[in-house]
Nanobody, 128 residues
Framework: QVQLVESGGGLVQAGGSLRLSCAAS????????MGWFRQAPGKEREFVAA????????YYADSLKGRFTISRDNAKNTTYLQMNSLKPEDTAVYYC?????????????????????WGQGTQVTVSS
């Protein structure tokens, strides 16, 4: 069982930056691939980025490459999402998720049903 808690959301002006954190409970954080998703009002949950167990592989939604960076610190049981050059259309609730991937070094997990555990989400609002 893994519990995930996101933090770092808030209100930011267009062009600004935010760094989201996702803290995981438990002793086996390094067995999980981690992902970030987002959901805007009235829209479906959308894949943002994912990172492999070791952090050696990452995968991004094409539309977000170059602006968002996913990383992790297994010693701190934490995954991060650095978001730069934010736009109003980035406004959403951002969720982190964990997938038990003990036998895989892949980060290619773009579908929400590939994940086993979810956080409660953190709101990001980008004003124009």
């Amino acid at each position: 069982q893994v519990q995930l808690v996101e933090s770092g959301g808030g209100l930011v002006q267009a062009g600004g930056s935010l760094r989201l954190s996702c803290a995981a409970s438990g002793r086996s954080f390094s067995r999980y691939a981690m992902g970030w998703f987002r959901q805007a009002p009235g829209k479906e949950r959308e894949f943002v980025a994912a990172i492999s167990r070791s952090g050696g592989n990452t995968y991004y939604a094409d539309s977000l490459k170059g602006r968002f960076t996913i990383s992790r610190d297994n010693a701190k049981n934490t995954t991060y999402l650095q978001m730069n050059s934010l736009k109003p259309e980035d406004t959403a609730v951002y969720y982190c998720a964990a997938r038990n991937a003990i036998y895989s070094g892949s980060a290619y997990y773009p579908r929400h049903n590939e994940y086993d555990y979810w956080g409660q989400g953190t709101q990001v609002t980008v004003s124009s």
